[in-house]
């Protein structure tokens, strides 16, 4: 059973930049699609980004191009979300997803059988 844990969240002022990480254990997600979604107050949970296994494919929100990156390590099982240029309105629980083996780059959270317990982000204005 894969188990996901988020780090790096905190309390930033609007401008500043976050780095996000999800490090994975209890099995390999080096074939998997892993994801970042993010929940607020009073919201559904969205999707933030993607990437495919191979760390070749990515997607975005387009709320967050241009200022968030998403990046892995199969080496060490691990998926980053470097945010930059934060908002107000990027405040919420951010949480660290990820598929079963998958070729296809996938933004459903439906298609994501693996969640971190989350970690909050909040940007001050």
């Known amino acids: 059973q894969v188990q996901l844990v988020e780090s790096g969240g905190g309390l930033v002022q609007a401008g500043g930049s976050l780095r996000l990480s999800c490090a994975a254990s209890g099995g390999t997600v080096s074939t998997s699609v892993m994801g970042w979604f993010r929940q607020a107050p009073g919201k559904e949970r969205e999707f933030v980004a993607a990437?495919?296994?191979?760390?070749?494919?990515?997607e975005y929100l387009d709320s967050v191009k241009g200022r968030f990156t998403i990046s892995r390590d199969n080496a060490k099982n691990t998926v980053y979300l470097q945010m930059n240029s934060l908002k107000p309105g990027d405040t919420a629980v951010y949480y660290c997803a990820a598929t079963s083996p998958r070729n296809i780059l996938v933004i459903d959270a439906r298609d994501y059988n693996y969640w971190g317990q989350g970690t909050q982000v909040t940007v001050s204005s």
């Open positions: 990437i495919s296994w191979t760390g070749i494919t990515t």
